[in-house]
């Protein structure tokens, strides 16, 4: 067991605990079951997180299985980055297995439940089948087909793998019940005629398996326990004990549903995020913007923020949303300590210091994270020519403005004070420059007490100053927009990115990719993989410093 992060327990984990308590189950195993048609999202890391760590927990052991019945939407490039996302999350899974792989014993289970008499080949068209399935308040009705003899049955299955039917002309049901009240009991489809090529079995089969078939049986040849998924297959449950028992599994596997994670201001449904990415929305499925773990991963999120945030927002069976702004709190968390804090000017405005020496430059001493001594000091430059950023200086503030304008002198962070002595405009009246001096009597860390300034810029010296590019995000879908009835696609926000060119410290030449800082009054940042070149370094933000978000009471 961890014993850094004591288990946080949720209703299944207690289900599990009783389950070992009293015997019932030997040893405890679980099973993430993703389908290969995307990448996976932050609502995937929470059954993640649910599924390997309670089986951690007691020394159980969880696969991966890629769910890889439906070959048309599927790729290996998907089941690439699933395994690749999973391990940086933190988990190594048992074994890594195939629903692909089973296609031999799904096949021969099928035939069991025909020459049981629990199956049929169906011909109707799938309006047919959608006319005679009824509805919640209208029972089904029959198909004709139904009552076909198991020898035509086996004959006609027999056929649909060879091939020997288009696609749609013939499905196998399961014979249930028409009438029931749980529609997904009403004679299940279990298999179709798909003539796709799979990206694992080839061109070996052209009758694919429906999920709520392969999932139990899947699930019951690994031997696993305890089968967690959300809440929309609580519906499907009896279908799922139903496969099992009639198809005589050996491993009873039963399974429990909870509530999934909804965030706001987002899009998490896999066929959403692939329409985003085919429409250049963003620029691929890692785009910082997207809620997918690769998303989080090249905007700056550590797999301690996704794992903690999962952790705390807990497991419930009710449905809820949370605000994205909860996972901002675990990544600033996460990174307050571990982030050097250093100055990045994101909208330059130049400095001239008038009665600073032509062509001096000294260095002062920066601690590199006043809140953690251990990551000690650097050398940063100073001399006659700063930028500082534009939103810190107004030619006319209001009342209780503390940062520059004319006359007034502010605190230049481990540096001095400095007083704007003349404002420079182009012509068309834009501020370009600004022309102050300073004072050497109060240089940061001499134990200058003569006055005080209530403002605090930052600063990077020019001579010096890398350029850099700064991505800014804001949540990509516009709040509450989706409920006016419009399509999520019109509901994009138009400033979801903003790119900003401005400069960094000298230091900064060397930082590699994904390295993450925090620059002082703007938040922490990371370096990008992607657009980062050797003379441009480009930093995503991760998170602005401060919010006015209490996670206590979200
Ligand atoms: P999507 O609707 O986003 O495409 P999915 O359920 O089709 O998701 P799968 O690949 O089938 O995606 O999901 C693999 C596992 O992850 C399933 O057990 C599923 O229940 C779980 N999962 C998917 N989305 C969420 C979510 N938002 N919150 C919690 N668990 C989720
Ligand atoms: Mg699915």
Redesign the pocket.
Known sequence: MDTKNPPVSNFIRAIIVDDVESGRTQQVATR????P??YL?I??A??ICLNFEVADEFRGRTNLRF?DTNPVKEDTEYVDSIQEDVRWLGFEWEELRFASDYFEEFYERALLLIRKGLAYIDDSTVEEMRELRGTLTQRGVNSPYRDRSVEQNLDLFARMRAGEFPNGARVLRAKIDMSSPNITLRDPVLYRISHAHHHRTGDAWCIYPMYDFAHPLSDAIEGITHS???LE?EDHRPLYDWAIEHCEMEARPRQYE?G???LTNTV????KLKQLVDEGVVDGWDDPRMPTISGLRRKGFTPGAIVTFCREIGVARAYSVVDEQMLDHFIREDLKLKAPRTMAVVRPLKVVITNYPEGQVEWLEAENNNENEAMGTRQIPFSREIYIEQDDFMENPPAKYFRLFPGNEVRLKHAYFIKCEEVIKNESGEVVELRCTYDVETKSGSGFTGRKVKGTLHWVEASHAVPAEFRHFEPLIASEAEEDGKSFLECINPNSLQVLDGFVEPEMKNAAASDKFQFFRHGYYSVDPKFTSSERPVFNRVVSLKSSFDPSKA
């Open positions: 993430f079951p993703p389908e048609n995307g999202h609502g995937h929470k059954s769910d967690i998924c959300t297959f909870f999934r994670l909804n998490m449904s896999k066929r």
